[in-house]
């Protein structure tokens, strides 16, 4: 699963071992840091995602829950303040907007 937060960006999938576990990751470790405070996290130069945490699904799915509660805007782009980020997420609309238009 792909969630783009307006301050971070995460891929979340099942833990390799534990099923009620996930691994949540990011390009930027950051993302992670304000995502997870406090929890460890791991690098890997030989992976897709360079950062990665583990987190209880019950508590990742609360943080999302949390995080949708605190929505405050009514243009998500506009939230993004970190440029790069924009960007990216500027792309990734004009890529679904494309989408939207091949039906």
Not at 15 to 37: G, W
Request: charged fraction near 30%; proline fraction near 2%; hydrophobic fraction near 40%.
């Amino acid at each position: 699963m792909w969630i783009c937060f307006n301050d971070g960006f995460v891929s979340a999938v099942n833990s390799d071992t534990d099923p009620n576990i996930l691994k949540v990751r990011a390009r930027k470790k950051e993302h992670l840091q304000k995502l997870f405070p406090g929890k460890k996290i791991f690098s890997s130069k030989n992976t897709d995602y360079a950062y990665r945490v583990f987190v209880a699904r019950k508590a990742f799915a609360k943080m999302v829950a949390d995080r949708v509660m605190d929505i405050d805007y009514d243009n998500f782009k506009d939230s993004v303040v970190d440029d790069k980020l924009h960007d990216l997420y500027a792309d990734f609309w004009t890529l679904h907007w494309k989408y939207q238009q091949s039906w």
